[in-house]
């Protein structure tokens, strides 16, 4: 079956600007997460969203913010850019994370870049 | 709280060399416990699970065993490829309100060398 698909792969916008990010889990998992992952701080938490509802939410300011739709993809959103937001964006899925075995799968990620 | 720590990289090691990177995790709770790769330009792959204590976790040549005693999760291969070159991150699942949440190692970073 199709894994994860995060689109675009590759992304260049100015700071100031907004981005929108796309993720298309696994058919039949209703749980995504999103993590941004930079070379200095790693893989870092964004949010969790199951059935169109955030879960969970890590330490990010108000101007990440993301939703999931009732097919289960997910968008994530960055407002007003800025250049430390620059980083590999990773969207991963599971059939349901509140089970704590559960694996999540991810997608190749997109990069974004703030010039 | 949760968190994952793993040996600092960067790796190197000839080809056949028995691989070690070791991981040691802080959990509340019973947590699962991961092995994550990453090749070049590419997003996160599992490589293996372990779901409670003693339970080992093996794929593709590699292990892991679930030590709670020594709340650790250390990473093997008898004999390392070329092509084992890549990221490897140690990860935990937590339950965390009414989900889960996974926490990430910073990654070790192997190059196998011919």
């Known amino acids: 079956k199709a894994g994860v698909t995060q689109t675009p792969r590759y992304l260049i916008k100015t700071r100031g600007q907004q981005v929108t990010l796309s993720c298309s889990p696994i058919s039949g998992h209703r749980s995504v997460s999103w993590y941004q992952q930079t070379p200095g701080q790693g893989l870092q938490f964004l949010f969790e969203y199951f059935s169109e509802t955030q879960r969970n939410k890590g330490n990010f300011p108000g101007r990440f913010s993301g939703r999931q739709f009732s097919n289960s993809r997910s968008e994530m959103n960055v407002s007003t850019l800025e250049l430390g937001d620059s980083a590999l964006y990773l969207c991963?899925?599971?059939?349901?994370?509140?089970?704590?075995?559960?694996?999540?799968?991810f997608g190749q990620g997109t990069r974004l870049t703030v010039v | 709280g949760n968190s994952v720590t793993q040996m600092e990289g960067p790796v190197t090691l000839s080809e056949e060399a028995f691989l070690t990177i070791n991981c040691t995790y802080t959990a509340t709770g019973y947590p699962s416990l991961f092995w994550y790769v990453q090749y070049p330009g590419e997003g996160l792959q599992l490589l293996l699970k372990a779901t409670k204590a003693d339970d080992k976790g093996s794929n593709k040549g590699f292990e892991a065993t679930y030590r709670k005693e020594t709340t650790s999760f250390h990473l093997e291969k008898g004999s390392v490829q070329v092509s084992d070159s890549a990221v490897y991150f140690c990860a935990l699942s937590a339950l965390r309100g009414t989900g889960n949440q996974f926490y990430f190692g910073t990654g070790t970073s192997l190059t196998v060398i011919p």
């Open positions: 991963a899925s599971s059939l349901d994370l509140g089970r704590a075995n559960t694996e999540a799968f």
